[in-house]
């Protein structure tokens, strides 16, 4: 999925790196204040980890196998944020280094790659394994799908970047400048191939690393701040009573009480996620010709299907409907073709926001009364924290590490369980920095 | 040897060492041709990058013309040779840019038969076949030159746009990637670092990409390690379910792995005093020569973007 050198015009490859400088440096910031001096070489180890990862092969049916990209899996190892700095730096490093991916387009692959693909695939990571335990199934199977997710948004955003070069960059007798394909070729000949297969892959293993990881080392699954957080779920549920939003209260003593910050910030992504892609609409405006006929049988290309005349059944039933209220997407006489996406696609999400919510409001209390009667609630929390406190006691006594190392680190986590915000406590690195 | 010992009761062999086994080796009869299990594919992937490594700390020690340059130069002259390149679009001038790499490569000693297939063999070439349904008159509008024939009663055929877009797109990025196999290959890694430094690049991103680059070698060897005592201890062909599990697993203690290494270097860095600042030797001084290749590249890029202009 790297693009190299020569397949986008120098304007692209700036636009992007360009856009990326923000990113970094947003990132920057994050990363300093939640891990501070601690940082350097956890993202450090975390991009040659990252790096190392790509070269993995997978074996797939058939007998052959695929490499997996891994920016979700480091993304929900380390957090978003460090994710995007660790996929940047192993970039850069087989640029520079290795030559491999391209160097005036190392903007654009961090832009796919190390914000896109994080950063998609880490919210839909969250929104899907919503507050359960961090050693539950449902927590595995999600980071596979957004490791299946993040993986196909990066790879449309490389379609999106390559078919846009042909119609932006082209000579007088129409020879393309850079990447040759449109956009009704790149988008199913890329996407295709991730949603076929490195999507599959991805998702593999980004579910099998979760897995073992939740069997064998739980701690370093603590890594990422909003792991950490689980820990303190049972204390943090009684300590959320939420009066205001009213949600504690539906929920009541001994049902599962609804999501409260979590659920919050899934909606938050999914948010963002949407406007993004509302934003993005326009670009249907780029390709050429229609859909068999979309918008009326008479533009249909006869010749090009070898047919004499318009299907019968097209024909009648073409006319059907004429109420639209944007017809094609547009407003009445095609002004502003671009604006009236933008509003087409904001009306349609909000009808379709609107009757999801509906639904739900009709199926949901039902559910939840089901789901109240099981009430497994605080046995099933303090069987996770049993799980990681036996998980935490086998890593310290684990023959083969540095057994300093994991007391440290250990001495460091219960320090951590003291506080409430254990990502920000500021004695993490003072304890570090004694002497042993 | 056979023959010497006295004859015995046969003993019957074991039939999984005479099944011929498909995992084992490609040249068994099975009848089936594989290039290697992922085992032995991650194990080459991973010798690959030590590979490269070393063949460019062996062209970054020769003597040749670009080793001379002070990295800075060679950094930011080299990406505006990059940036040269990506706006040329006359094929001639193109040309003429690719046959100026090979000339660098020799002022600065680098064995050109490796040289060029390095570049070939990394992209240029993918490039080519991938752009080759681009020619066709189904994608690239234009005068067909090269008749294929016809498909469902349309005529199909290579047209001149489609030809002069691969051609361009296949030759620039051939020059794009050795003006890049020519940066990465005759600078020290360390030298590299300094020069991002010195171009503004936020310190602790440049200690980042260091110690990333210092400890990926290490990890690398620990793949290796996993994999070869992977390969030792499998005999015969293994089902895609249990080499995934095993792919999946090797990743997360390689992760495992590198977490508790960083806390290693860590407090190894906070013995040695590190607060969180980087500091870096800068002992760069611009010479004659660097002066002189300034020049150099500066005319090139003019020249190469005037030419294409005035074409």
């Given at each position: 999925?790297?693009?190299?050198?020569?397949?986008?015009?120098?304007?692209?490859?700036?636009?992007?790196?360009?856009?990326?400088?923000?990113?970094?440096?947003?990132?920057?910031?994050?990363?300093?204040?939640?891990?501070?001096?601690?940082?350097?070489?956890?993202?450090?180890?975390?991009?040659?980890?990252?790096?190392?990862?790509?070269?993995?092969?997978v074996?797939?049916?058939?007998?052959?196998?695929?490499?997996a990209a891994g920016g979700v899996l480091?993304a929900i190892l380390?957090?978003?944020?460090?994710?995007?700095?660790?996929?940047?730096?192993?970039?850069?490093?087989?640029?520079?280094?290795?030559?491999?991916?391209?160097?005036?387009?190392?903007?654009?692959?961090?832009?796919?790659?190390?914000?896109?693909m994080?950063?998609v695939g880490y919210?839909t990571y969250r929104l899907a394994a919503?507050?359960s335990?961090?050693?539950s199934r449902r927590r595995a199977v999600a980071a596979g799908v957004g490791g299946y997710v993040g993986i196909n948004?990066?790879?449309?955003?490389?379609?999106?970047?390559?078919?846009?070069?042909?119609?932006?960059?082209?000579?007088?007798?129409?020879?393309?400048?850079?990447?040759?394909?449109?956009?009704?070729?790149?988008?199913?000949?890329?996407?295709?191939?991730?949603l076929?297969?490195a999507g599959v892959v991805e998702l593999a293993l980004t579910v099998g690393v979760l897995g073992y990881l939740q069997?064998?080392?739980?701690?370093?699954?603590?890594?990422?701040?909003?792991?950490?957080?689980?820990?303190?779920?049972?204390?943090?549920?009684?300590?959320?009573?939420?009066?205001?939003?009213?949600?504690?209260?539906?929920?009541?003593?001994?049902?599962?009480?609804?999501?409260?910050?979590?659920?919050?910030?899934?909606?938050?992504?999914?948010?963002?996620?949407?406007?993004?892609?509302?934003?993005?609409?326009?670009?249907?405006?780029?390709?050429?010709?229609?859909?068999?006929?979309?918008?009326?049988?008479?533009?249909?290309?006869?010749?090009?299907?070898?047919?004499?005349?318009?299907?019968?059944?097209?024909?009648?039933?073409?006319?059907?409907?004429?109420?639209?209220?944007?017809?094609?997407?547009?407003?009445?006489?095609?002004?502003?073709?671009?604006?009236?996406?933008?509003?087409?696609?904001?009306?349609?999400?909000?009808?379709?926001?609107?009757?999801?919510?509906?639904?739900?409001?009709?199926?949901?209390?039902?559910?939840?009364?089901?789901?109240?009667?099981?009430?497994?609630?605080?046995?099933?929390?303090?069987?996770?924290?049993?799980?990681?406190?036996?998980?935490?006691?086998?890593?310290?006594?684990?023959?083969?590490?540095?057994?300093?190392?994991?007391?440290?680190?250990?001495?460091?986590?219960?320090?951590?369980?003291?506080?409430?915000?254990?990502?920000?406590?500021?004695?993490?690195?003072?304890?570090?920095?004694?002497?042993? | 040897?056979?023959?010497?010992?006295?004859?015995?009761?046969?003993?019957?062999?074991?039939?999984?060492?005479?099944?011929?086994?498909?995992?084992?080796?490609?040249?068994?009869?099975?009848?089936?041709?594989?290039?290697?299990?992922?085992?032995?594919?991650?194990?080459?992937?991973?010798?690959?990058?030590?590979?490269?490594?070393?063949?460019?700390?062996?062209?970054?020690?020769?003597?040749?013309?670009?080793?001379?340059?002070?990295?800075?130069?060679?950094?930011?002259?080299?990406?505006?040779?990059?940036?040269?390149?990506?706006?040329?679009?006359?094929?001639?001038?193109?040309?003429?840019?690719?046959?100026?790499?090979?000339?660098?490569?020799?002022?600065?000693?680098?064995?050109?038969?490796?040289?060029?297939?390095?570049?070939?063999?990394?992209?240029?070439?993918?490039?080519?076949?991938?752009?080759?349904?681009?020619?066709?008159?189904?994608?690239?509008?234009?005068?067909?030159?090269?008749?294929?024939?016809?498909?469902?009663?349309?005529?199909?055929?290579?047209?001149?746009?489609?030809?002069?877009?691969?051609?361009?797109?296949?030759?620039?990025?051939?020059?794009?990637?050795?003006?890049?196999?020519?940066?990465?290959?005759?600078?020290?890694?360390?030298?590299?670092?300094?020069?991002?430094?010195?171009?503004?690049?936020?310190?602790?991103?440049?200690?980042?990409?260091?110690?990333?680059?210092?400890?990926?070698?290490?990890?690398?060897?620990?793949?290796?390690?996993?994999?070869?005592?992977?390969?030792?201890?499998?005999?015969?062909?293994?089902?895609?379910?249990?080499?995934r599990a095993?792919v999946a697993?090797?990743a997360g203690?390689?992760?495992?792995?590198?977490?508790?290494?960083?806390?290693?270097?860590?407090?190894?860095?906070?013995?040695?005093?590190?607060?969180?600042?980087?500091?870096?030797?800068?002992?760069?001084?611009?010479?004659?020569?660097?002066?002189?290749?300034?020049?150099?590249?500066?005319?090139?890029?003019?020249?190469?973007?005037?030419?294409?202009?005035?074409?």
């Amino acid at each position: 999925m790297h693009i190299p050198d020569g397949y986008l015009s120098p304007a692209t490859c700036a636009g992007l790196g360009a856009g990326m400088v923000p990113a970094w440096w947003a990132a920057g910031r994050r990363v300093r204040r939640v891990v501070t001096s601690r940082s350097v070489p956890l993202l450090a180890l975390g991009s040659a980890f990252c790096f190392v990862v790509m070269m993995f092969n997978v074996p797939v049916p058939n007998g052959t196998t695929a490499h997996a990209a891994g920016g979700v899996l480091v993304a929900i190892l380390l957090g978003p944020w460090a994710a995007v700095i660790a996929v940047s730096t192993a970039l850069l490093i087989q640029a520079l280094f290795f030559g491999d991916g391209g160097v005036l387009a190392y903007g654009a692959n961090c832009f796919n790659l190390a914000l896109v693909m994080p950063m998609v695939g880490y919210g839909t990571y969250r929104l899907a394994a919503g507050r359960s335990a961090l050693t539950s199934r449902r927590r595995a199977v999600a980071a596979g799908v957004g490791g299946y997710v993040g993986i196909n948004a990066g790879a449309l955003c490389v379609a999106i970047e390559l078919g846009l070069q042909p119609t932006l960059f082209h000579d007088a007798q129409g020879a393309p400048l850079y990447a040759p394909f449109h956009l009704s070729q790149t988008i199913p000949a890329v996407l295709g191939a991730h949603l076929l297969v490195a999507g599959v892959v991805e998702l593999a293993l980004t579910v099998g690393v979760l897995g073992y990881l939740q069997r064998a080392n739980q701690p370093v699954l603590r890594l990422n701040p909003a792991h950490a957080r689980l820990r303190h779920r049972p204390a943090a549920v009684d300590a959320e009573p939420e009066p205001a939003s009213g949600q504690g209260a539906r929920g009541g003593a001994a049902g599962p009480v609804r999501p409260g910050r979590g659920g919050g910030t899934g909606w938050r992504w999914a948010l963002i996620g949407l406007a993004v892609m509302v934003l993005l609409t326009p670009l249907g405006l780029l390709a050429p010709g229609t859909a068999f006929g979309e918008s009326s049988p008479r533009q249909l290309d006869l010749a090009a299907y070898h047919l004499d005349a318009v299907p019968h059944g097209l024909q009648r039933y073409a006319g059907f409907w004429h109420g639209a209220l944007f017809d094609g997407y547009g407003f009445a006489g095609a002004r502003h073709p671009t604006v009236a996406y933008l509003v087409s696609a904001l009306v349609g999400t909000l009808v379709i926001g609107g009757v999801v919510l509906g639904l739900s409001a009709l199926v949901g209390p039902r559910q939840r009364r089901r789901h109240g009667d099981a009430a497994g609630h605080p046995d099933d929390a303090a069987d996770v924290d049993l799980r990681a406190a036996a998980g935490r006691v086998q890593d310290s006594g684990h023959p083969g590490g540095a057994p300093d190392v994991d007391l440290r680190a250990a001495a460091d986590r219960v320090e951590n369980s003291a506080h409430d915000a254990p990502a920000e406590a500021p004695d993490r690195d003072a304890a570090a920095a004694v002497p042993a | 040897m056979t023959a010497t010992l006295p004859p015995a009761a046969p003993v019957p062999t074991a039939r999984w060492l005479l099944e011929p086994q498909v995992g084992l080796c490609a040249c068994a009869p099975s009848g089936r041709r594989r290039k290697g299990t992922y085992v032995t594919r991650t194990i080459d992937a991973a010798a690959g990058v030590v590979r490269a490594a070393l063949f460019a700390e062996d062209a970054a020690a020769q003597p040749g013309l670009l080793q001379r340059l002070d990295a800075r130069v060679k950094l930011v002259t080299l990406l505006g040779l990059l940036v040269a390149v990506s706006l040329v679009q006359q094929i001639p001038v193109l040309v003429v840019a690719y046959a100026a790499t090979l000339v660098l490569a020799v002022l600065s000693k680098l064995p050109l038969g490796a040289f060029v297939r390095r570049v070939w063999l990394a992209i240029p070439l993918f490039t080519g076949i991938v752009v080759l349904p681009a020619t066709l008159n189904l994608i690239t509008k234009g005068h067909v030159v090269v008749p294929l024939g016809s498909w469902f009663g349309h005529r199909v055929g290579m047209t001149a746009p489609g030809l002069t877009g691969a051609a361009r797109i296949v030759l620039r990025v051939a020059t794009s990637v050795s003006v890049a196999v020519l940066l990465t290959t005759t600078t020290r890694w360390t030298r590299l670092l300094a020069a991002l430094r010195a171009l503004l690049v936020p310190r602790m991103f440049v200690l980042v990409l260091g110690v990333a680059y210092r400890y990926l070698f290490h990890l690398l060897g620990s793949v290796t390690d996993m994999y070869e005592a992977r390969r030792a201890r499998t005999v015969g062909a293994e089902d895609g379910r249990s080499g995934r599990a095993f792919v999946a697993a090797s990743a997360g203690a390689l992760f495992g792995k590198s977490h508790q290494l960083a806390e290693e270097v860590h407090q190894a860095m906070v013995a040695r005093g590190y607060v969180g600042d980087a500091r870096t030797l800068s002992a760069f001084r611009l010479r004659a020569l660097d002066v002189a290749w300034i020049a150099v590249a500066v005319v090139a890029a003019g020249a190469l973007v005037g030419l294409d202009r005035g074409l």
